[in-house]
Structures are given as C-alpha cells and as structure tokens.
C-alpha cells in the first residue's frame, strides 16, 4: 500500500526564488521574443543591412560624409530648411508600412515593407546626387533596380507612367500642416525612365537602413535627374497612362520640369545649372550633362527638345 | 534747482552712450556667432550657403531697425531711436558687405562672367545688387562732416534712398526662396507697416496744408 513514495526534488530543480518573483518579466521577455521570431526583419534607421551584394555601380568620386548626408536635407515634409528633416524625422514610424502597387498592372498587390526588401539581394551603388538647387552628393545607396519590381507587377499596355506617392500624416509629419507644397508629394517617370537599370528602389545608405530623414523606409533614387525626382518615404507606386502632375511641377510649372534631366545647358530661370558645389568642396565643378550618367540614358530621349522637356 | 537738472541731463547722456555701447556689442553678436561656428565645424554641410543666408538676414534685420526710429519718434515722442540710427544703418552696410563678399568670393570666387551673368539674368540678383549699391553713398555721407557738407535737405532727400533699398532687399529675399516664402513675408510685413506710416503722415502733411481757411479760421 504504501510504496507511494514522495519523489525527492533534486536543489538544482527548484526554481530561485528571484527568477520566481520575476516571473512575470520573464515570460513578457519569452513572449516578446516569440513574437521577434514570428516577425523577422523590422529593420529601423541606423541598422546594418545584411548580406549585400557587391555591386558595378562604383564611383572614382570621393563619398560625401554622412554626417552631411543625414544632416542636411530637402524632406519638406519636415520643414523646409536644410536642417530640419535631421531634427524632426523622428516622429516617422516606418513600422509597420505597406506599399501599395496598382493602376495599369496585372498583379496590384500591398506589399508589406519586410517582403518588399527581399525581393532580391540588396547590393550597393554609389551614385551622384545632383540637387536642383546647385549642390551635390556622393552618396553610397543600398536597394534593388526599380525595374524588379515593375516585372513582377506586370504593367498592362495602358501604363506610360509610374507615379511615386509619399506618406502624407500630419501627426508624423510637421511639415505637411504647412502648404509649402501641395501634398501628398508626387513624383513620377515614365515607364522606360522607370525600368531603367540605374533606377534604384533604396532602402539604406553606407550599408545601413536609411535614416527617416532621407526617406525611409523606402525611396527611389534616380541619378541622372534633379534630386526632387527621387521621392521619399514611398507608399504608393502607380501604373497610369496620363502623365501626372508631380508636386514640383504643380508648384512651379515654368521652374520645376517633369523630366528633371540634370542640364547644365538648361538654366533655371533664378539661377544658373551650369555649376554646382560638391558638400564639402570650395570650388565649385562644372555640372555634367546628365549628372555624368549622359552614356546610359542618353538614348531615352533622342529626338527630344530638352530645353523645352526641361 | 538748474543744478539739478544739468545733472539729470548728464546722467541721462551717460545712459544713452552706455545703451548705445550695448547695441553695438550686441549688433556684433551674428558675426561672433558666425566665427565661432566656422572655427568649430557649425556651419552645417553647405557653410557658404549658410554664411550667405546669415549675413543677407541680418542685413535685412537692421534696415528694417533704422527704418523704426522715425515712427517711434512720432508715436511715442522716443529720441533715442535717432541717435543710435547712424550706428545701425552702418551695420545694415556692414552685414550687406559680408553678404555681397561672400557672394563674390566664397561663392562665386571671383568668376566675373558668371557674376555678370548673375546681374544681368537672375532677377533676385538684378535687384539686389544694385540695393547694395546704393548702400555705398549712404555709408559714406553718414558722418557729421558729410551732412554739412551736403546740407541738410541734400543729405535727407540723398537718404529717402533708404526707401528703395528696403524694398529692393526684401523682393530680394522674396525672389530667391524656392517655395517657403514664410520669411521674405514677415520681413515685407514690417517693411510694409514702416513705409505705410510715412505714407500716412505725409499724406495727413499734405492735408493739413490744403486745408481751405476762411478769415484765418480752419474749415473741417
């Protein structure tokens, strides 16, 4: 009857009695990391981006530090001097963050920001950064070619455009409380601007998740045009058959063209293009036709007035 | 009791030229603020710009100033604002100066065919660089010699340039800010308001004078 026995419970098994008064601290430490896992990625600003690839796009030129590529920025959305998006980008949340593909395509689809990173390898390309305003970047970006992204929406034959919207929340945004522009920002190419190779998706700067002040969580660069072509904090990518009215244009139609090619023999009406300053330079450089780029986009625009396609 | 007097006089002599000695240092204040940062790497990622935007600032700042003494002088009877006005328009010249050296030299080093250019094709540039221009004569007949010189109503109607400065400077500014023109706006409300006044009291002037009069007594 009485072969029951009380087991003997070894020291080591007996739960401290510190870990036991944590106990509720520990299975919030459990449940956030089971949570972590079942949430890869969440990449925030200042993050190293693994596993880049190696990429052709490099550049003789000398990088621009990024203490002046973060520090000195035209994101209106965050005020308008130069200074402000560094100070005020901190209230843009890039967690969690859809873009939305759609208009003239076969497969509209909202992709999540997470999924839309590993699409394919992110590699790094260092490319010139020419502002409308008369100054340059060397800035070394990290992302994919637009154009990976454009084949898997698959354009139907209406798409002539693609339009670029950027996030447009006042409560994360200061600067759209303002009308410095017409907001949403809108940006846009056409669809042989857009599949072209040098037509980056961004993603990060100097191998890191860009910081909100230069667009995260995504943006596009496109070297060989003004820097106000390149839109920030992307959430929506649209097929149309219209040319659209971007911000720029909207704002100032006889200053601020759609096509944007960097021209230093197309002046704008306020002030010269024909030089610009590279950050950190005294001297200033000649401005080159198509910001340097004029070999691989040359073609796109054969037979085209540019002076009149400013 | 005359004793007495002379010496609230002198006291407030005293108080003038010490308060006139604080202004100064304190007009100073930008361009020590200036130095300080570009010896300390504060000058941002694009200095010239940022030197350019600072001394054109406070240009417009102290033109705006000199431009209050008059109607201070009218409305609330101060003198003060007139005896300090020469030291402030001569820092409006000082700070124009910094603006257009840098201009020419950290900006465009001395490029005279892109200067030329400038002048002749940028309209910002067109109309500002001739209001430093004329801040030349009004720099050089601001001493006591000079305004005898002249004579009081020559060097008075010489100085009505001021006017034009003003609006020049603020189109200016107006005309080169890409989109937010928040700024150029406060500065041409002031300006605005200043010249208005003038406007107004010699409007009243003319007025008072036409005022028809029948057997010496005023008709209203």
């Known amino acids: 009857m009485s072969n029951w026995k009380m087991s003997k419970v070894l020291p080591s098994e007996i739960t401290p009695r510190e870990v036991y008064q944590r106990r509720r601290e520990f299975m919030l430490i459990a449940a956030s990391a089971a949570l972590a896992a079942a949430m890869p990625g969440g990449l925030f600003a200042g993050e ?43 209230s843009l949340k890039t967690r969690p963050w859809t873009v939305a593909v759609e208009g003239e395509v076969r497969n509209p689809k909202v992709w999540d920001i997470d999924s839309l990173m590993k699409l394919v390898p992110l590699e790094e390309r260092v490319y010139r950064l020419r502002c409308v305003e008369a100054w340059s970047m060397v800035i070394p970006w990290v992302g994919f070619p637009l154009a990976e992204l454009i084949k898997r929406a698959e354009p139907n034959g209406n798409a002539k455009f693609v339009e670029f919207v950027t996030l447009n929340d006042p409560g994360q945004m200061p600067g759209v409380k303002s009308s410095a522009l017409d907001w949403p920002y809108r940006e846009g190419l056409r669809m042989d601007e857009a599949m072209h190779p040098l037509a980056l998706l961004t993603f990060g700067l100097y191998g890191e998740v860009l910081p909100n002040q230069n667009g995260a969580p995504v943006r596009i660069v496109v070297p060989w045009k003004y820097g106000y072509k390149s839109a920030k904090s992307i ?16 704002a100032g139609p006889g200053e601020y063209g759609f096509y944007a090619n960097v021209n230093p023999a197309v002046d704008h009406p306020r002030w010269s293009q024909a030089k610009e300053r590279r950050i950190g330079d005294f001297f200033k450089r000649p ?13 796109l625009y054969t037979g085209m007035d540019l002076q009149k396609f400013f | 009791m005359a004793g007495m007097s002379q010496r609230a006089k002198t ?13 100064f240092l304190a007009a100073m204040i930008p361009l020590a603020k200036l130095i300080w940062l570009g010896l300390h790497n504060g000058l941002g990622a694009n200095p010239i710009e940022k030197i350019t935007r600072t001394t054109g600032y406070w240009t417009l700042t102290f033109l705006l100033i000199t431009l209050t003494a008059t109607p201070l002088r009218a409305l609330l009877g101060w003198n003060w604002p007139i005896r300090w006005r020469r030291m402030l328009g001569l820092f409006a010249f000082f700070y124009a100066s910094l603006h257009f050296s840098t ?10 065919p892109a200067i030329v250019k400038d002048i002749a094709k ?37 100085h009505g340039l001021i006017y034009a400065i003003g609006i020049a400077g603020v189109v200016h500014f107006w005309w080169l800010v890409k989109r937010d023109i ?28 036409n005022k028809p009069v029948l057997n010496g007594v005023e008709i209203s």
């Open chain 2, 182 to 209: 928040s700024e150029p706006v406060q500065f041409a409300a002031v300006l605005a308001v200043l010249l208005g006044f003038r406007v107004v009291q010699a409007m009243r002037r003319k007025y008072r004078r």
């Open chain 1, 48 to 90: 190293k981006l693994p596993n880049l690839v190696k990429s052709a796009y490099g550049l003789p030129d000398k990088l621009t530090p990024v203490g002046d590529v973060t520090r000195y920025n035209n994101f209106y959305e965050f005020g308008t001097d130069k200074e402000s998006p560094a100070q005020n980008a901190g």
């Open chain 2, 122 to 158: 940028r309209p910002y540039i067109t109309v500002g660089f001739p209001a430093f221009v004329m801040l030349i004569p009004l720099a050089v007949t601001s001493t006591n010699k000079m305004v005898q010189r002249l004579g009081g109503k020559r060097w008075k109607s010489l």
């Open chain 2, 11 to 23: 006291n407030k002599e005293k108080w003038l030229s010490m308060g006139k000695s604080l202004v």
């Open chain 2, 103 to 112: 201009y020419l030299v950290l900006d465009q080093f001395f490029d005279w």
């Open chain 1, 287 to 299: 401005t080159l036709p198509f910001n340097g780029y004029a070999e691989q986009v040359a073609q």
């Open chain 1, 235 to 250: 959430v929506g990518i649209r097929f149309v058959e219209q040319m659209p009215l971007t911000s720029w244009v909207k």
